[in-house]
């Protein structure tokens, strides 16, 4: 079983920084591909980038590439979105996720474990 705390969200103006931490519980953290995805009200839980379970390979949505990267420390159970040059339609609650897929997948269904959510909010 894995728990997963997201931190870090809040509020920023264009163009402005913030990095996102997601805490794990549980013995097998590094077995598992993590990912950030977003969801703003009213629409689909929407893939944002995505990592294996050594580090070594990760994935972006287009939207975010170049401007995003996400990294983990294994040995602290902690993945993390470090997103710059926001924007306001990067206003979403941001959710971390874990699945025992080796390669990280932009289908929210095909992950176990879920936290949360934090709230980011780009003002323009």
């Known amino acids: 079983q894995v728990e997963l705390v997201e931190s870090g969200g809040g509020s920023v103006q264009a163009g402005g920084s913030l990095k996102l931490s997601c805490v794990a519980s549980g013995r097998t953290f590094d077995w598992h591909a993590m990912a950030w995805f977003r969801q703003v009200s009213g629409k689909e839980r929407e893939f944002v980038a995505g990592?294996?379970?050594?580090?070594?390979?990760?994935s972006y949505a287009n939207s975010v590439k170049s401007r995003f990267a996400i990294s983990r420390d294994n040995a602290k159970k902690t993945v993390y979105l470090q997103m710059n040059s926001l924007a306001p339609e990067d206003t979403a609650v941001y959710f971390c996720a874990a699945s025992t897929r080796i390669v990280p997948q932009e289908s929210a269904d095909q992950y176990e474990h879920w936290g949360q959510g934090t709230q980011v909010t780009v003002s323009s």
């Open positions: 990592i294996t379970p050594a580090g070594g390979t990760s």
